[in-house]
């Protein structure tokens, strides 16, 4: 049997403590960062040490927070090391917007300034090392309106509109923290139905409520407008049938500013594509498995993996997002969409 092996390690990457065990609670969620706890007994760590709990393929990496004692075991809180990304940056939309620019490479890029080659040595973080893995050219700017923005969710958003996952991981015996921007190989398919999940559930938001109609006008003349809509087949266009229309209509109307080597149907075009495009993640689906379900094999699966899921006869497009794993079971965790009030206030994009 795979154990599950948890190591602690300095911020100069030596080894300080470790241990193996056969179970253990562990959470996850890349939409919505927070602390937890491991109980263990033993285990030597301090607020800033590096943590490392694997077993098989999965990996996790984040940093100490604090220590504790119980009666029994040392209590361990850690935070993902993603958590180091959330911070207001200057991401500038116009280098992004370029078609020789891809999304990958521009957060890449964003990162190293921040933490690598920063002018203040104290802020940069030492045996970081970052690197674009793929390469897209965004059709959408990731839902961004301004040049300063939440690093942690520009990449939230590189996720849910590309698909663009940020792995990290602590490499000791290089030293370094090595951040990966990529998108996972291929298509993985599960079947909700079957005897083998233990539970599920599948919440799809409807695309009535999302928007389906833009106006959109221009600023210096405001008697030019366009008004584009969304079609059922994802299409975008200011002349679509009124049978291809999503219904009931739900609209917004914005004002754009067109430079003096643009045209306005351009501009409009631009906008509309940017704000009716939708996000084909708006859905929370749920699936809980036993660890060492044979057929699934949960713990082979990576945050970031496009995933079909069929259920009642029907084909649902998802991506997974979180998981959690507890006395046994695997919880896969899909989709954009969160049921707890908290982790909807951390969605500050939606």
């Given at each position: 049997?795979?154990?599950?092996?948890?190591?602690?390690?300095?911020?100069?990457?030596?080894?300080?403590?470790?241990?193996?065990?056969?179970?253990?609670?562990?959470?996850?969620?890349?939409?919505?960062?927070?602390?937890k706890?491991?109980?263990?007994?033993?285990?030597?760590?301090e607020r800033g040490d590096f943590i490392r709990i694997s077993k098989g393929s999965q990996r996790f990496c984040?940093?100490?927070?604090?220590?504790?004692?119980?009666?029994?075991?040392?209590?361990?809180?850690?935070?993902?090391?993603?958590?180091?990304?959330?911070v207001n940056v200057?991401?500038?939309?116009?280098?992004?917007?370029?078609?020789?620019?891809?999304?990958?490479?521009?957060?890449?890029?964003?990162?190293?300034?921040?933490?690598?080659s920063s002018d203040d040595k104290l802020q940069n973080i030492a045996g970081l090392s970052v690197s674009a893995e793929s390469s897209t050219i965004g059709i959408k700017?990731?839902?961004?309106?301004?040049?300063?923005?939440?690093?942690?969710?520009i990449m939230v958003n590189a996720l849910l509109y590309h698909d663009i996952v940020v792995d990290a991981d602590v490499d000791v015996q290089r030293k370094t923290i090595s951040i990966s921007l990529c998108k996972r190989a291929g298509v993985r398919y599960i079947e909700a139905d079957l005897p083998n999940v233990i539970e599920k559930e599948v919440s799809i938001k409807k695309n009535e409520e999302a928007l389906n109609k833009l106006i959109v006008v221009?600023?210096?003349?405001?008697?030019?407008?366009?008004s584009y809509y969304l079609a059922v087949n994802g299409t975008i266009g200011n002349d679509i049938e009124e049978a291809q229309?999503?219904?009931?209509?739900?609209?917004?109307?914005?004002?754009?500013?067109?430079?003096?080597?643009?045209?306005?149907?351009?501009?409009?075009?631009?906008e509309a594509v940017e704000t009716l495009t939708p996000e084909k993640y708006d859905n929370l689906i749920e699936i809980t498995l036993l660890a060492d379900d044979e057929l699934v094999k949960p713990l082979e699966w990576s945050i970031g993996q496009e995933t079909v899921v069929l259920h009642k006869k029907k084909e649902y497009q998802t991506i997974l997002t979180g998981m959690e794993i507890r006395k046994g079971t695997v919880k896969l965790v899909y989709g954009a969409v969160r049921r707890e009030l908290t982790k909807k206030l951390k969605r500050r994009k939606k």
């Open positions: 049997m795979n154990l599950y092996n948890i190591e602690i390690f300095t911020q100069e990457f030596a080894y300080r403590s470790g241990m193996q065990v056969s179970e253990i609670e562990y959470e996850f969620d890349y939409l919505a960062l927070s602390k706890k491991i109980k263990l007994q033993g285990v030597k760590a984040g940093i100490v927070d604090g220590v504790s004692d119980s009666d029994t075991k040392r209590v361990i809180e850690y935070k993902p090391i993603l958590s180091l990304f959330d200057y991401a500038d939309l116009e280098v992004l917007k370029k078609e020789s620019t891809s999304v990958e490479q521009w957060i890449a890029d964003i990162i190293t300034e921040i933490y690598v700017t990731l839902g961004l309106t301004e040049s300063i923005s939440n690093l942690y969710e221009n600023e210096e003349n405001p008697s030019e407008r366009l229309r999503i219904t009931p209509v739900v609209f917004e109307t914005k004002l754009v500013t067109v430079g003096d080597d643009e045209v306005f149907e351009d501009v409009a075009l631009l």
